[in-house]
Nanobody
Framework: VQLQASGGGLVQPGGSLRLSCAASGFTFSSRFMGWFRQAPGKEREFVTSISASGGTTSDARFVKMRFVVSRDNAQNMVYLQMNNLKPEDTAVYFC??????????????????WGQGTQVTVSS
């Protein structure tokens, strides 16, 4: 099993980034997927999740329609489009695969597999 996140980097406040996560080694289309983030000295927190079919998403309150999660089951990819980034969005972002095809995925223990993370830094 492998989850490879990419697309992080340094961006100015108000800018955008698109994170990608390539999945392999499991039946991608049968699991919900999620994005979490962890800032230095803080616990890992839920950002957003998407159902196995891609028809349902759940967002953390701080997302406030700035971020959009999507997936391509044909390519085993999940994406996180982040717009209007703020300095407080600075963190390592992780993609994760759910333990099953059902669930919302708000908690870390709902996930079976984790990627290595990609750093997002929002700074002027």
């Amino acid at each position: 099993v492998q989850l490879q996140a990419s697309g992080g980097g340094l961006v100015q406040p108000g800018g955008s980034l698109r994170l990608s996560c390539a999945a392999s080694g499991f039946t991608f289309s049968s699991r919900f997927m999620g994005w979490f983030r962890q800032a230095p000295g803080k616990e890992r927190e839920f950002v957003t999740s998407i159902s196995a079919s891609g028809g349902t998403t759940s967002d953390a309150r701080f997302v406030k329609m700035r971020f959009v999660v999507s997936r391509d089951n044909a390519q085993n990819m999940v994406y996180l489009q982040m717009n209007n980034l703020k300095p407080e969005d600075t963190a390592v972002y992780f993609c994760a695969a759910g333990v099953s095809g059902s669930g919302v995925g708000l908690e870390t223990d709902e996930y079976a597999y984790w990627g290595q993370g990609t750093q997002v830094t929002v700074s002027s």
